[in-house]
């Protein structure tokens, strides 16, 4: 039963027919002008993140605002359903976990990524003597002038594994033995072994392949990262495909944690010359207690399977393979990014370049057309990689950069250098 907001440790009695008549108007009611979600409520974890697929349906040019957790409902009048009383607010939804999609016949999916932080606030008023449910409160906004609608989801406080919702948490993708982020190999060298450690919550079947995005081909965007269970049901089989290397499907156990051991090494291409990067994809499963009902809320006619969700995009594994034999021992060759490439906002610029033989340091610089320095950075050898400052596109004024690579021995001796190479900054959108 919804909680009604109350000042806690009242000592004046409360008449009974007054309570029945309060807890009547803050109800929210399944009227069919109002809007429906399914599920309405679920388990969650007290300490870790939690994500579930949610079903939206029956909205009337309506659109998602912001979604809230709180520990106690009031009365949302003049709009519509009931509200978070301000008092007892946990958390807002982060803006990288919004990730709202229309979808079906007048609805949308929305994936609650309940954040660690969260839980555990809530988990500290359950203990404090508030009960052991709270709240996740979506927001709808009328495009026509009618009124705000809010809409409730029932939150359970779990352990965080069997009853839960099978969702995804976190994913770490590596090379056994490798600390670097990006690995370097020659034409035709084996490459180490590549595992994803999976955080995990709930119970399920882990379905899925390992598929590598080769030199030259289209890269993957975002919604290409997601888990399938992520996306809407109309949505799911769209993501692009590149060439697939092996397949798994694993039982996970109620732990939270498990090592996923990628493909075999010899089965990853190194024959060209070139990046590539290596993608996890997570296919929906089925369990007992993940899916969304698209008949109950009429946003369709079945039941959505969207165990192994998860609220953010997988990461990818990159390595580079550089030309085989010998080559001259003063020149450091530059592997990413490109010659002339032109970085989208916000997208993260990474300097790769190979390490050349009694090179100890490597000196990078960014420059601008003018040849003034923007941006200089000393690394030891074996790191090969550089992530430029997040200010460097401003500092660059959208104007053409260049980079190069320096090498030098233990002594600091420049031995030897990188041809150079330059990039551009997609122009941003003005206000």
Known sequence: MTRLSK???????????????????????????????????????TQNPTSAFLTFGNLNNQIPAEATWCGELIPAAPALGVKCNPATIFGVIPARYNRNTASGVKAYTDIMTLPASVARRAYQAAAGGATSSFFFVRRFVSIVGGPDEFVVVTCRMSGGFAGSPFSITNVMLSFSGIEKPILFAREGETLPQVKAEITYTGTGRLNGRWEVVQPGEELPESNDLLTEA????????????????SRFNVFLPPNGKHTLIGPKSEDLPRHVAGEYRLLLRIEASDDDVTGSNLAAVGAGPAVVNSAAVAG?????????????????SNIVRQLAPANDKTFAVQESIDFVWMDIDKGAFYQVEVTDIDGKTLVTAVLRAGIGTYRAPSWLRERARQK?????????????????????RSFTFAQTTQP
């Open 7 to 45: 000042t806690r440790n009242r000592t004046a009695p409360v008449l009974p027919w007054l309570f029945v008549l309060s807890a009547f108007l803050i109800l929210p009611t399944s009227t069919s002008g109002q809007i429906a979600v399914n599920p309405t409520g679920l388990n969650v974890s």
């Open 312 to 328: 953010f995009p997988l990461p990818v594994l990159r390595y580079f393979v550089g030309p085989a034999g010998s080559s001259p």
């Open 230 to 245: 992520t996306l809407p049901i109309e949505k799911r089989g769209t993501q692009r495909r590149y060439t697939e290397l």
């Open 400 to 420: 053409p950069v260049r980079w190069k690579v320096r090498a030098l021995d233990e002594n600091g001796q420049l031995i030897g250098e990188s041809s150079g």
